[in-house]
């Protein structure tokens, strides 16, 4: 049975461990956040809202100004886009449903749906099928990739050319201009942002 002192003793401590609560409650769940986020603001406000760019290329902090993010991968329709990775969230590209297809790689439907999207990808860039890179036919983990390899870039270069009616060199030319090396020199693959690539055509004609 408790005592007048246990009671007194389970009061005192309680009340300790609420204060340190609402302390670190404070702290940590408001200050911090507010002084990260003003830092990032004052620092860098283009990262910080996310990464946003207009229809003509540039940064842009608002969000009704901004056709998309080079950190998020979209689908673009239709053979005068460069395409990218295929997605495996949601429907595709859904930022609500962000993740891979977690087939392992002998599941019988990874491998049918990597051999249809390489005849699908071979036919319309008019190649081999041997020659469609990977990164064509598989989705990334997050199913959100912004980036595809220059190899997948250059593959399609030449219906992309067609389509808006310019030299196949300029759209070569734009890729590699485009075109990130490894993080660091070595940490990595190069690529290339497909929508900054899509943007850029624009300015090309059609």
Known sequence: MATGTDVVSFVRQSW???????????????????AVTGVAQLAMPWQANGSLVSSSGERVTSRGDAVGSVLVGQSF????????RPSAAGDGYDTL?????N????????????EERRATVAALEGVDPA???????TAS?????????PAYAHLQA???????????????????????????????????????L?????????
Do not use: C, K
């Open 16 to 34: 300790a461990g609420l204060r340190v609560l609402l302390v670190l409650t404070v702290l940590l769940g408001v200050a911090y956040p507010l």
């Open 77 to 84: 329709g239709g053979p005068q886009w460069f395409h990218p």
């Open 97 to 101: 449903a962000s993740a891979g297809s």
């Open 103 to 114: 087939l392992g790689p002998l599941n019988a439907d990874l491998v049918a749906a990597i």
């Open 131 to 137: 020659d469609v890179p990977a990164d064509a036919l």
């Open 141 to 149: 983990g997050s199913g959100l990739d912004p980036d595809i390899s």
């Open 158 to 196: 030449a219906r992309v050319a067609r389509e808006h009616g310019v030299p196949v060199g300029s759209v070569e030319a734009l890729v590699d201009r485009l075109t990130v090396g490894r993080d660091l020199g070595f940490l990595g693959e190069p690529r290339v942002n497909v929508l900054r």
């Open 198 to 206: 899509n943007l850029a055509l624009q300015t090309m004609g059609s």
